[in-house]
């Protein structure tokens, strides 16, 4: 028996919730409080320039292939991926460095900088594809109620094999002592979740995905991604309501009734997923006595970073940049520390720029530029206008002098996005960029519960619960609540019918 789903929130987990219930069979309707899909991937357009908000890096190109897969689609019905090559380009202290592709040039590299690295990394990237297999065969698709859900003898067993109790920093050292190397390592776990030696050595998985399955680029923007979960989503019958904000839950008990609706309209529905801000429906969308967790709970949790981006129209080409680039030639350890121990804003942060027009002329108009810089910074943060002229003068004096010409007179339209933005948008918890940091004492079991303690038909999903914050996570996450909610539903229709039949 079919029932009737609201989906909150049209960020990946939530299409790809909506999607999956809707193949089953479910009449499902995602109410999106922005005025386009996509969550944090929005994209907004200026004097032809097209940005992406949000998301930038393509990595982990199986999840995407697999998710398509099972709606019996291929990632090439939507659109075109192009592998990067060099993956990026990182500006060190000492000069740039083109990152390849292929795994046996960066072998070469990795000799260059530190001799006889190259046998180090060939055993470190192995042990992260095993990490890698056994997290997406076994782990990532649980739904992590409880520890019993990884008590199997065969769990148990490849469990010894992701390192969960080795931290990434003194794992990676095992194998590398070169500065260079070991930044180059680290990025993505600072980035996107904690400080090194915070985050387990699971997460060498990330160095994998990135050196051997490659970063790739989706023609048009990220939020081609988006487009296409959207297309298959309408394919499936699902409905989507823009421009409305879910401001409250009806229940009866133990069972949720109905979504409210900008302040006032009632829908009726048999069940929820919230792929919204799962603080923000916890603490503020469910009644009192629904709440999975209180205000305390939420405060101890280890966030991610969160962002200072902007989006810049640049009236002419720039040299010196490829379409992803790091700047790591400032302190690494400094900028860490400030991020996650004092959250401070940074004396002297690394940051991120990406120009995708390197790649993709539809993007900016001919012979111009699109610049995206990011620079992580501590969640929970106070700025004001004066606090993001400083770094971005800062950022256009260091892209100055590394690429010996200036990029600032060029700039034709300028837009900052930080906290304030992020929780106004996505009503993002401390304005995080990213979800819960990638810490041993926030993953799996001990993150954020996907289902309701209070609620049997109501379920979460996205980056601050199961499995974790990032696209593909995010794309899993929704998955794994649409079956646990099916379930649900099922058992609901078995006691019914049951009822009827006695």
Known sequence: MPSSIAVIGSGFAGLAAATTLAD??????VYEKNDQAGGRARVFEQDGFKFDMGPSWYWMPDVFEDYFRRFGKKVTDYYELKRLDPSYRVYFEDGPVDIPADFEALKVWFDSIEPGSSKHLETFMKEAEVKYDIGMSKFVFKPSHNVFEFAELNIAKDALKLHLFKSFSSYIRKYFRNPKLLQLLEFPVLFLGAKPEKTPALYSLMNYADSKLGTWYPMGGMHEIVKAMVLLAEEKGVKFRYNSAVTGIE????????????NGERHACDAVVAAADYHHVDQHILPSGSKNYDEKYWDKRTMSPSSLLFYLAVDQKIDG??????FFDTDFGQHATEIYD?????EQPLFYVCVPSKTDPSVAPEGKENIFILIPVAPGMQET????NHYYNMVMDRLATHLGTEVRP???YKRSYAHKEFINDYNAFKGNAYGLANTLDQTAFLKPKLKSKKLDNFYFAGQLTTPGPGVPPSLISGQVAAHELNKTLSKKVEVVVEETTT
């Open 321 to 326: 940049l490829k379409h992803h680039n790091l």
């Open 251 to 262: 229940k009866n008990g133990r069972q949720v009734k109905a979504v409210l609706v900008n």
């Open 385 to 388: 206008n004066d606090t993001r």
């Open 410 to 412: 060029h700039v034709t």
């Open 342 to 346: 004092t959250k401070e804003w940074p």
């Open 24 to 29: 089953m069979g479910h009449s499902v309707i």
